[in-house]
């Protein structure tokens, strides 16, 4: 089965840095990549997704890039700000898995003021 | 239009017992998933559904059953308690078209002595 990789565990910034997440994949058939934020206590809520057939995809501060013949994908957060402190989780799913998805361990980041 | 909605959201159970975790959706989603989290090891997929009538089993099955006898609900039932599924218990759904988002629902706290 697919295997999800995610580094670091934790992040500590300042705000107004850059904070860059990374996950490695095992399943070479994976072609689906949401990443999901969770604040303590709370549900996962997706804040970016990308699919195998781009490299990469922007959301104001957010973005994810995808190397498919590398196997690895990386979420990137400009700027960041206190609010962005949480727990972010990477996840790899197959075209026909509809809703099967392969968590990484996931990052604490913590935003500094 | 409530989402997914989970009860309860807390629950203590003594090793041995057995109880029904509730799940219901008001998206007509047709996909629906169970994960378990616990600390540092991410989501991990429990059981999902691909509609009424189908389920199948995910990466940590052992000692919970599932059914879905409606496209809304899809309750997680663990049939005989033990400490080890002390976890918080995460019900998610998507719509059908292969790798769309997953809306999760808050979140059920379970702890088992």
């Known amino acids: 089965g697919e295997n999800v990789e995610q580094h670091p565990s934790t992040l500590s910034v300042q705000e107004g840095d850059s904070a860059v997440i990374k996950c490695t994949y095992s399943d070479s058939a994976s072609n689906y990549f949401p990443w999901y934020k969770q604040e303590l206590g709370k549900r996962p809520q997706l804040i970016i997704d990308?699919?195998?057939?781009?490299g990469e995809k922007k959301d104001q501060r957010i973005a994810v890039t995808l190397n498919k013949t590398a196997k690895h994908f990386s979420l990137h957060i400009t700027e960041t700000q206190p609010e962005d402190s949480a727990v972010y989780f990477c996840a790899a799913a197959r075209g026909t898995s509809y809703g099967k998805l392969t968590f990484g361990q996931g990052t604490i980041l913590t935003v500094h003021p | 239009n409530a989402g997914v909605t989970q009860t309860p959201k807390f629950q203590v159970l003594k090793t041995g017992q057995s109880m029904t975790l509730q799940c219901a959706q008001d998206?007509?989603?047709?996909?629906m998933s169970w994960y378990r989290q616990d600390p540092g090891m991410g989501l991990r997929l429990i059981h999902y559904?691909?509609?009424?009538?189908?389920?199948d089993q995910g990466e940590v099955p052992n000692g919970y059953n599932v059914s879905r006898s409606t496209t809304e609900d899809f309750p997680l039932r663990l049939l005989s308690a033990a400490p080890s599924q002390t976890s918080v218990y995460f019900c998610?759904?998507?719509?059908?078209?292969?790798?769309?988002?997953?809306?999760f629902g808050d979140g059920t706290r379970l702890s088992i002595l």
């Open positions: 998206m007509n989603h047709e996909y």
């Open positions: 559904s691909v509609g009424a009538g189908i389920t």
């Open positions: 998610a759904s998507s719509p059908p078209g292969g790798n769309q988002p997953q809306h």
């Open positions: 990308i699919r195998s057939n781009v």
